[in-house]
């Protein structure tokens, strides 16, 4: 992944040193526009066998696993659960205009839980979904990566026993 190329010569150059680098292995490359920068946050779903589907939000990029800062809430999330969710983790405070900076759009980041939560409901397949790196901005909020993984699976209860 190269990052931060301007000017389409320094994107020619890199797919050239890429083509170079792998060569016979390339079946073509992927250019978009580099997102502007933001609070990078992380949102997401896990299925707990006991508890059921949880919503997670919090600090996301490189610092998402080392510094463990989200909150989780049981689906479905009510709106008091959202806000509730965006505001618990430490990193709240970036959010809401740290030290003068302009506040991130909130109203955006609260549809992040407000969408993962019925689709964690409706879809007991669905094991997992990570969106990380989430960036928040004054003006907007933008997903620049979303791994949702799917398990074919029936809900059961946990505590129902069962012949083997």
Same mark, same amino acid.
């Given at each position: 992944?190269?990052?931060?190329? @301007?000017?389409?010569?320094?994107?020619?150059?890199?797919?050239?040193?890429?083509?170079?680098?792998?060569?016979?292995?390339?079946?073509?490359?992927?250019?978009? *526009?580099?997102?502007?920068?933001?609070?990078?946050?992380?949102?997401?779903?896990?299925?707990?066998?006991?508890?059921?589907?949880?919503?997670?939000?919090?600090?996301?990029?490189?610092?998402?696993?080392?510094?463990?800062?989200?909150?989780?809430?049981?689906?479905?999330?009510?709106?008091?659960?959202?806000?509730?969710?965006?505001?618990?983790?430490?990193?709240?405070?970036?959010?809401?205009?740290?030290?003068? @900076?302009?506040?991130?759009?909130?109203?955006?980041?609260?549809?992040?839980?407000?969408?993962? @939560? *019925?689709?964690?409901?409706?879809?007991?397949?669905?094991?997992?979904?990570?969106?990380?790196?989430?960036?928040?901005? *004054?003006?907007?909020?933008?997903?620049?990566?979303?791994?949702?993984?799917?398990?074919?699976?029936?809900?059961?209860?946990?505590?129902?026993?069962?012949?083997?």
């Amino acid at each position: 992944m190269l990052l931060d190329l @301007s000017g389409e010569r320094r994107v020619r150059e890199a797919y050239r040193d890429l083509a170079n680098r792998f060569p016979g292995l390339m079946t073509g490359v992927l250019v978009q *526009p580099m997102a502007r920068r933001g609070t990078e946050l992380f949102a997401g779903v896990v299925q707990d066998a006991v508890f059921g589907p949880l919503v997670l939000f919090g600090l996301g990029g490189t610092a998402a696993e080392g510094l463990a800062d989200h909150a989780a809430r049981l689906a479905p999330l009510t709106d008091h659960d959202i806000h509730d969710l965006i505001t618990a983790p430490r990193c709240a405070a970036l959010l809401f205009g740290y030290r003068g @900076s302009d506040p991130a759009d909130v109203r955006g980041l609260e549809q992040l839980p407000a969408r993962l @939560s *019925p689709m964690a409901c409706d879809l007991p397949q669905l094991t997992d979904a990570d969106l990380n790196p989430v960036v928040a901005r *004054p003006d907007g909020v933008t997903v620049l990566d979303a791994r949702i993984r799917l398990t074919a699976r029936r809900r059961h209860d946990p505590y129902l026993r069962r012949l083997r």
